[in-house]
């Protein structure tokens, strides 16, 4: 989220569990989005929903977020979620069908409760991306260049590049 301040005027962000880390101070509710019933945000018809959901969860986040009422979607899934039949059917086949999808030409490591700079993945991942002023007669797919995580990075952004604030006793600093 600290990447996004200089494209959003306001940002709001918010998770189901308390984050023990420095880099989450800018969590300001611990809420469980699929159970809220309000709008996060008073100008939501302007707003975005920004989001890496539980995988096992994101077809929920996204009914969810598309109920009350976001129509600028952005959500950081493995790229397998776009071959199921179901979400064929539920999703990509009808009004809610995205308005593009972003493939990194690079993997991008994720590793629950940390974040290391030389970590390495086996698993793909892509932004689904739904927004009126992209929509066109077909979904949009377009790729992440390579080198782009390297462009956008800086010092702090990895657990391994603060040790201080994670020794190695700790869950995080693991």
């Known amino acids: 989220m600290v990447g996004l301040q200089g494209a959003f005027s306001a940002l709001h962000g918010s998770d189901?569990?308390?984050?023990?880390?420095?880099?989450?101070?800018f969590l300001n509710d611990e809420i469980d989005f699929l159970q809220?019933?309000?709008?996060?945000?008073?100008?939501?018809?302007?707003?975005w929903i920004i989001?890496?959901?539980p995988f096992n969860r994101a077809e929920d986040f996204v009914f969810k977020a598309h109920a009350l009422g976001f129509e600028r979607m952005a959500f950081l899934v493995q790229l397998r979620w776009l071959e199921?039949?179901?979400?064929?059917?539920?999703?990509?086949?009808r009004?809610?069908?995205p308005d593009m999808v972003l493939l990194f030409a690079e993997r991008v490591p994720m590793l629950k409760g940390r974040l290391l700079r030389?970590?390495?993945t086996a698993t793909a991942y892509c932004w689904v991306v739904?927004?009126?002023?992209?929509?066109?007669?077909?979904?949009?797919i377009d790729w992440i260049p390579s080198g782009t995580r390297r462009q956008l990075e800086v010092a702090g952004d990895y657990?391994?590049?603060?040790?201080?604030?994670?020794?190695a006793d700790t869950e995080v600093g693991r």
Do not use: K
Request: aromatic share 12%; glycine share 4%; with cysteine.
């Open 16 to 25: 189901i569990n308390p984050r023990p880390h420095p880099r989450y101070w």
């Open 159 to 167: 657990d391994d590049d603060l040790p201080q604030l994670f020794p």
């Open 84 to 93: 199921s039949e179901r979400r064929y059917l539920s999703i990509f086949s």
């Open 130 to 140: 739904w927004a009126p002023e992209l929509r066109g007669d077909f979904c949009r």
């Open 95 to 97: 009004d809610m069908r």
């Open 36 to 47: 809220t019933e309000v709008p996060l945000r008073p100008d939501v018809e302007r707003g």
């Open 118 to 120: 030389v970590a390495a």
């Open 51 to 53: 989001t890496n959901p």
